[in-house]
């Protein structure tokens, strides 16, 4: 539960994450995770500053704001204690607090595994600095809206359970690409899904195409008039979106469909601006983008008269 809701609807409204806890519990891992469901996402961030992030002239928006026993003038009690005034300042101001934990057993082995001294143990066991650690903390857990015991979990469950409570907050859709390309000047090194179309025929040697492209008419009647497109077509079309809801769920924020053909200027072309429209009536709003669209028709990239 958030502690504050923004109630003047005029004003700039900014949310704010205290992320926090024991060393160990996966801090870190929340914050990428938070940082990838869209939140602008800083670590360890020195408390006495913390006021020129929150509030007033500071930059409207979604902030997870990571700190620990390690963090520079770190007082649980002063930090509650300031962040209940300022929410009673700004009631354009929203804050929560996470709080990770993780049981002493556990935390020993992570950093026995890592061979990581405990920042409060000093000479003494790492067991003591655990101790330590939680005596301080023990008011920011008692006081957190969200806990988060990770004591069970691998990374990847971090990952997912983040995603799953915050994800319905989350500041950012996931962004679709879709994108056309030739084979024949390489694939591109950042596509998620890869559709090869040259087991369609090549309307470069067709007389009057080759100098055309997948956006003019004439290529896409050529195209389109071999049956096996229309099934073929069909069946991508179900396949994207029936992926692209789970790519959504477990938290992907960016997904790149690429098309490709031989030159990248006729099949690809085609294909990717039919699927993009397909796209947007399934409620997306893809980007497309033509990587070699621009390129001249040579005999010599697209091969012999054969796909």
Known sequence: MWLSMAANASAPAQRILLVTGMLGAGKSTALRELEDLGWESIDNFPIRLLDRMVGGDAVAGSLAIGFDCRTRGFVPAEIIEQVKHWVEEDENLTISTLFLDCAGHELERRFNETRRRHFLAGDLPVSSGISAERELLSPLR????????????????????????????????????????????????????????????????????????????????????????????????????????????????????????????????????????????????????????????EDLVEGSQHP
């Open 142 to 297: 008692r006081w957190a809206n969200v806990l988060i015991d990770t004591t069970d979990f691998s990374t990847n469950d971090l990952k997912q359970t983040i995603r799953d409570q915050f994800s319905q907050t989350a500041p950012a859709e996931m962004t679709v690409t879709v994108s056309s390309f030739g084979f024949a000047r390489g694939k591109p090194p950042t596509a998620d899904l890869v559709f090869d179309m040259r087991y369609l025929a090549n309307p470069h040697w067709e007389e009057g195409l080759r100098e055309q492209t997948g956006l003019d008419e004439g290529v896409g009647e050529f195209i389109e008039s071999n049956p096996i497109f229309a099934s073929s077509f069909s069946k991508i079309r179900a396949l994207l979106l029936e992926l692209l809801p789970q790519y959504a769920e477990q938290g992907k924020t960016y997904v790149n469909i690429a098309f490709g053909c031989t030159g990248g200027r006729h099949r690809s072309v085609y294909t990717a601006e039919k699927m993009a429209q397909v796209l947007r009536e399934g409620g997306f709003s893809p980007t497309v983008l033509h990587r070699n669209l621009g390129s001249r028709a």
